[in-house]
């Protein structure tokens, strides 16, 4: 049984910084693709960025400059370090890896932990 295991909740100043992670157990072989997306109060599930298994990033433009996505294969971990945060940031964060397990390959979600950025 695979599980994605998130960072708590984090409360941010604007401007502030915050890093997520999530680690990934259970009978897995592989992991493709590594990823972090969004859902805001009343907006729609987004894309913030994507990481391969060479390390190709991908992220969205609402981020870009400012968030990094990295990995740590052996600890089949998935970061998000967000930086220069701005109130528009908050939403509930899940990560996403599609991978390869002893049965079959698919698309797995974390539980998701939320992000607030706050005066």
């Known amino acids: 049984q695979v599980q994605l295991q998130e960072s708590g909740p984090g409360l941010v100043k604007p401007g502030g910084s915050l890093r997520l992670s999530c680690a990934a157990s259970g009978s897995i072989f592989s992991i493709y693709v590594m990823g972090w997306y969004r859902q805001a109060p009343g907006k729609q599930h987004e894309l913030v960025a994507t990481i391969t298994s060479g390390s190709r990033t991908n992220y969205s433009d609402s981020v870009k400059g400012r968030f990094t996505i990295s990995r740590d294969n052996a600890k089949k971990t998935v970061y998000l370090q967000m930086n220069s945060l701005k109130p528009e940031d908050t939403a509930v964060y899940y990560c996403?890896?599609?991978?390869?397990?002893?049965?079959?390959?698919?698309?797995?979600w974390g539980q998701g932990t939320q992000v607030t950025v706050s005066s």
């Open positions: 996403n890896m599609l991978l390869r397990t002893a049965a079959s390959s698919g698309n797995y």
